[in-house]
């Protein structure tokens, strides 16, 4: 899935890039050194929740139910496979019914950069800008157009400096979520011996990292479908995530 060796090694330099297109007028973005929007600046004791799917999306009904417990909006980003399979049509809709943003995260799944240290580039501009205006014109089947989703995340969270200034020059808004938060290690699979990481210890390395960095304006993603050699899902413990955090003061919205 991820070249993790690279992943885990990466240092990622944080840049104001002063993106204000949110209901809050007195932000400013901070993006990472590609040019991606990993932090919010300004707007308190504000979480962005984002969730990524894929082909799967099975603890979707899951974490819809835990978001409407505590009326929280949060944000999707989906693929076109994801939209184009039967099996999701209904939970996607239920997605947009409800309110919360709804975005794309590439047509295919396609890997924009290579895992090496260089992040050399895997694909052209014209091809990286027709996979989304194919994941757009998937999402417009549902009523969502490019106006009401002008934030992008890119497939496997993975890009380089010309992946995002291709991203930008279509009128979009690259986002990604904030490093060192760790949830987005929730697909990895107990294979993975020296890389897993139980639903627990992402828990606890998330706290860890609000008790030294507040979690203010930080965007953090969680995975409503992984593997199915995962069974420990972190999606599972959303409402015990959700219920810690708004008893220290948080809200949670959508971007």
Known sequence: MKNILIYIGVAIALVACGDKSSRHTDFTDVCDKYGAVVKRDGVGKTIYFVFTADSLFEGASVVLDVLDKHDVKGSFFFTGNCLRMDEHKDVVKRVISSGHYVGCHSDRHILYADWDNDRTNMVSDDSLKRDIEDNYAELAKLGVTKDDAPYFLPPYEWYNSQ??????????????????????????????TWRYKTSQELMDKLYDYERDSTLDGRIILIHPGTSPHRTDKLYNRLDEIFTTLIDKGYKMERL
């Open 163 to 192: 992946n995002i200034e291709a991203i930008r020059s279509m009128g979009l808004v690259p986002v990604n979520f904030t490093p060192r938060t760790y949830t987005c290690d929730d697909y990895t699979t107990p294979d993975m």
